[in-house]
């Protein structure tokens, strides 16, 4: 049981290019989520998947896309990275429900120059 | 619109003395808490929550937090500090109902340094 799993790990980006984060988790879980997390800000959210086949913005969605792609899998999409997107990102899982705690993934930290 | 405040950027104890970590929320309804901890270059890793009952909850590796529903708070608190709670810690409240539920408000975090 791997739980959350993040992948790359470390990415180093220049200003304009894409990329794709990608998230999955072997728990069955129903919702997914992806955060950003800066200094001195916390986690703020991006997206969030509350059940197979729906997404919905968080906090900060603006220069991202996500997709869910199956029950498992949420990927997280920067289509013209800024040097603004530099950030360690965040992806968790939870059962359902609100009295249920999030899982979470290692990270990426991303670097956009 | 729910909030959560963690009102101190680092907190400096010594090992074996005890400490808290400091929150406190502003939520519509009743408050879903948790305190999650994260240690460098890490995921989050949960460390307990509060739903309902007992004002006093205990999670993992001897800490615990104490729900005050009249000053709004949820203080995390461990009776012993080792120099291995060294790390960032974050409490977080629930977002909302609906389509959102699930989702977690995060504070800007508490980081913890406990010195030999």
């Known amino acids: 049981n791997a739980g959350v799993t993040q992948t790359p790990k470390f990415q180093v980006l220049k200003t304009g290019q894409s990329m794709t984060l990608q998230c999955a988790q072997d728990?069955?879980?129903?919702?997914m989520y992806w955060y950003r997390q800066d200094p001195g800000m916390g986690l703020r959210l991006i997206y969030y998947?509350?059940?197979?086949?729906?997404?919905d913005k968080g906090e900060v969605p603006n220069g991202y896309n996500v997709s869910r792609l199956n029950k498992r899998e949420f990927s997280l999409r920067l289509e013209s990275a800024a040097p603004s997107q530099t950030s360690v990102y965040f992806c968790?899982?939870?059962?359902?429900?609100?009295?249920?705690?999030?899982?979470f993934g290692p990270g990426t930290r991303l670097t956009v120059t | 619109a729910q909030s959560v405040a963690q009102p101190e950027d680092q907190v400096n104890v010594a090992e074996g003395n005890p400490l808290t970590v400091k929150c406190t929320y502003s939520?519509?309804?009743?408050?879903?808490l948790f305190w999650y901890v994260q240690y460098p270059n890490r995921g989050l890793q949960f460390l307990l929550k509060?739903?309902?009952?007992?004002?006093l909850v205990k999670g993992s590796y001897g800490f615990e937090a104490e729900f005050n529903k009249s000053q709004t708070s949820f203080h995390l608190k461990k009776p012993s500090a080792l120099v291995s709670d060294s790390a960032l810690y974050f409490c977080?409240?629930?977002?909302?109902?609906?389509?959102?539920?699930?989702?977690?408000?995060f504070g800007k975090g508490t980081k913890l340094s406990v010195k030999p």
């Open positions: 998947s509350a059940s197979e086949g729906t997404t």
């Open positions: 728990m069955n879980h129903n919702s």
């Open positions: 968790a899982s939870i059962r359902g429900g609100d009295i249920y705690e999030q899982y």
């Open positions: 939520v519509s309804g009743n408050p879903y």
């Open positions: 509060y739903i309902t009952g007992d004002n």
């Open positions: 977080a409240v629930r977002d909302g109902w609906g389509g959102s539920q699930g989702n977690l408000i």
